[in-house]
């Protein structure tokens, strides 16, 4: 199969011809549309692994174990070197969420400053992922315009994406409402609930409410749950970090100490694996053929 097709609302002038990558088709009012597949990452392995994959976007962070936090300059321009290098047919997309700091979504204006800050040094990218509330559970749209303005200062087309913040809020809808109006592409949502699959009647009301906002499913994602979210929803992004436990290198392992949790192995590692991407991609593909 080969396809010629517009891909997201990231970048318009993007098209693709591929009969491997781009085989996961589907037909959404008529228009063919592809389904994006974000993965979330904290490490550069997982970032290698992703490459060969039909994966179309990349939110980079730090410390996955929190919900994803921003990742360092260092990891965001390896990051993009790496892409820019590798010789795959189609752009691998790279977003930084921009969060400093685990825990709730209500930032003092130090911590704004401090993501504004994150935003110019990490510049340029793709795109960014933010999200600030207020006390009562509403998007915080002084904090949120600030950074956007400083994300789009070059670029005033560049993707924003709101987090998972937009899962903590007290009014969903009215929330949609005020992102629309701030100029925010799309949003990652379980749909208010722990996981996608437990979100997905929500995320199937949201999709219909607003036709103009993109929104991608994200929280628990896997084999065993993506075709029921993909049915329910009838969404054209979703999330997922894909994740496998791999065991460490070190030939020398000091069991009695431990540099975070306790209940954590600190010689096993969290990886991006290509199987679990590929086995995710394919399970789209064949909700689309049937």
Do not use: W
């Not at 054209?236 to 954590?264: I, L, V, W």
Request: some cysteine; charged content about 20%; aromatic content about 8%.
């Amino acid at each position: 199969r080969h396809c010629m097709c517009y891909i997201s609302n990231d970048q318009p002038q993007l098209k693709y011809e591929s009969s491997f990558q781009f085989s996961y088709l589907s037909i959404f009012t008529s228009s063919l549309v592809i389904t994006i597949m974000e993965v979330c990452i904290d490490n550069i392995k997982s970032l290698e692994n992703i490459l060969p994959t039909p994966a179309i976007r990349v939110e980079l962070c730090s410390s996955l174990l929190e919900g994803g936090l921003t990742p360092s300059h260092g990891f965001h321009s390896m990051a993009r070197r790496l892409v820019q290098s590798n010789s795959r047919p189609d752009p691998l997309l790279i977003f930084p969420i921009i969060r400093p700091r685990g825990g709730d979504f209500l930032y003092t204006t130090s911590e704004v400053s401090i993501m504004k800050r994150d935003i110019m040094a990490l510049s340029p990218a793709d795109g960014f992922v933010i999200g600030c509330l207020t006390s009562n559970g509403g998007i915080d749209v002084e904090s949120c315009n600030e950074l956007i303005k400083v994300a789009r200062e070059k670029d005033l087309a560049l993707p924003i994406t709101f987090h998972r913040a937009f899962d903590m809020c007290k009014n969903p809808f009215e929330a949609v409402r005020i992102l629309e109006k701030l100029g925010v592409n799309r949003i990652l949502t379980s749909g208010t609930y722990p996981n996608a699959y437990e979100g997905r009647f929500m995320i199937r009301d949201l999709v219909q409410e607003f036709p103009n906002m993109t929104f991608m499913a994200g929280g628990g994602i896997n084999k065993d749950n993506l075709n029921d979210i993909l049915e329910t929803t009838r969404i054209k992004e979703f999330h997922a970090s894909a994740r496998s436990s791999y065991p460490s290198d070190m030939s020398f392992k000091n069991d009695k100490c431990y540099m975070g949790q306790s209940n954590r192995d600190e010689y096993s590692l969290l990886l991006t694996s290509q199987e679990k991407v590929m086995e995710l991609t394919q399970i789209y593909e064949h909700y689309v053929r049937t």
